[in-house]
């Protein structure tokens, strides 16, 4: 019986360490961004709030222009979002719904290149956009993932759970197939349609190798470029550097808990139920 | 009643045409551009110098053993970790469940820049991390200036971004298993432990594969972490494929030899998720 107690006060203790680690690098990020850079290094820690947090922005905001990486990630990633999921929502319909030649190749094909380093496409990409001239524009971060074969994979398998009787009793009453699909097929698809946009969304706002590669002038940055450039400095000023880490991470974890188990479901790719 | 048949290309022609452009394209242009050297400011065939250049050289090399040594050390721990986390949430005499499991999962919300240039902060020498080691009179340890614990510290940002994600698949995969399997092998009388390892284990296998795929391949492209937390120092003890592909290709604009470094990370790819399948004996 004591043995027992032991047992799930130890489980308890190391559930508790566990949780610590994986919750105090946030709390130490939030506080050291009101604190000064000095702050961060001292012996014993500091671990309390400070009042520095206004110069930190201040500062940063004169180093990247903090204000305009936040609209240029919002932009970038709510744009994206929104053609992504029509483009691949339209095509996963396609392929669970309809009977045509190729089908079977097409869906394959898709399945495979998601195995495809992403990498083994990075220099003709940007080859292509230079060629196009469009390096260094909202365009180039956009475009090139617009058709995410994983996003179609998991609307497909919400599709295949939709009765086909619904849809060609429509079409004996003489809808259309645009109507069919806008007002008979996606009203039902409203949970998956949310957990894809939420994965297809942090994926283009943690994207960074490519906007690396693409953009050239700093009123371009995203926050992942934006935040990797300011540890290229000389000298490092970290109270700005957590300011900027912070402002890209809160409003990601404020949505997390707000929207818990449709991120969840989104974050790892699994729209069914 | 039927469609037309057109329809369904209908449909399916934007996805197409992007995927034809930007993904089908440059998987075969990279695949040309490694047989190519760029002279007098354009592109000549070199056959497969580009790859004989590879086999000697030394920074490839150690990129290639940096993410293997990485990838076989990290991979199996953050999933073991995972696993037994997964395990702990999974009973539904635990208090406080949810709070565990939100707080294990917060990590995943970060961004791959975000945290890895957090940790390079805390792991410096006078950093957050050694002053806690220091209450328990171990170091200071050079985190980021060793080969050794350079890699180290990669693992260890690299676990805790992770291990919270795995847990959650697994957990979830875990609701899935017929709860008579744990009450007959209770009634057997069957401890804990070997109910975990004869009976959570086994029905967990498929999913076990899969994040251990899906782990190995983006190990494979690693970069977002080698480029901020440690620029692939000291003296590339933490180079890796995907670093040194960018390097190649965006610092010596070297884009024929970086494309054949890709083109090895797409075979090591293929070989690797085809004998992980085939050691499953599933699929």
Sequence with gaps: MIQKQIKKIVQYVLLIIFFIISVFPFYWMFVGSTNHTSKMFTNPPTLTVGSQLMENLTNLNNSVGIWRVLFN???????????????????????????????????????????????????????????????????????????????IFLMRQNFLAFPT????????????????????????MKP?????????????????MWPLVVLSS???????????????????????????????????????????KHFIAGMLGSAVK | ??????????????????????????????????????????YIFVGLDNYIRLLNDTVFGKAILNTIIILVVQVPIMLFLALVLANALNNQLLK?????????????????????????????????????????????????????????SIILAMTWRWTGYNMVIYLAAMQNIPNELYEAASLDGAGKLKQFLHITIPNLKPVILFTAIISTISTLQLFDEPYNLTNGGPADATMTLGLYIYNNGFRYFDFGYASAVAYVVVIMVAILSYFQLKVSGDQ
């Design chain 2, 96 to 152: 406080l469940r949810g709070f565990f499991r939100v707080g294990f999962f917060l990590p995943a919300v970060t961004s791959l820049v975000a945290y890895s240039i957090l940790f390079s902060i805390m792991l410096q020498d006078a950093g957050i991390i050694n002053q806690f080691l220091g209450f328990f009179g171990i170091g200071p340890i050079s985190w980021l200036s060793s080969s050794f614990w350079a890699k180290a």
């Design chain 1, 165 to 188: 009787a619904l849809i060609e009793a429509a079409r004996i009453d003489g809808a259309g197939e645009l109507k069919i699909f806008f007002s008979i097929v996606l009203p039902s």
């Design chain 2, 1 to 42: 009643m039927s469609y037309s048949k057109w329809t369904p290309y209908l449909f399916l022609a934007p996805a197409l045409i992007l995927f034809l452009a930007f993904t089908i394209y440059p998987i075969f242009a990279s695949f040309v551009l490694s047989f190519q050297t760029l002279d007098a400011g354009s």
């Design chain 1, 73 to 151: 990630s919002l932009f970038v990633s709510l744009t994206y979002v929104v053609l992504a999921l029509a483009v691949c929502t339209l095509a996963a319909y396609a392929l669970s719904k309809f009977e045509f030649k190729g089908r079977n190749a097409i869906f394959i094909t898709f399945l495979l290149s998601m195995m495809i380093p992403y990498q083994a496409t990075l220099i003709p990409l940007f080859q292509l956009f230079s060629e196009l001239g469009l390096l260094n524009t909202y365009f180039a971060l956009i475009a090139p993932q617009l058709c995410y074969p994983f996003a």
């Design chain 1, 218 to 260: 700093q009123d371009m940055y995203t926050f992942p470029v934006a935040l990797s450039s300011l540890i290229g400095f000389s000298i490092i000023d970290y109270g700005q550097v957590m300011v900027g880490i912070s402002i890209a991470t809160v409003p990601i974890i404020i949505f997390f808990l707000v929207l818990q």
């Design chain 1, 192 to 208: 998956a349609l949310a957990a894809t946009a939420i994965f297809l969304f942090m994926m283009q706002w943690n994207n960074f």
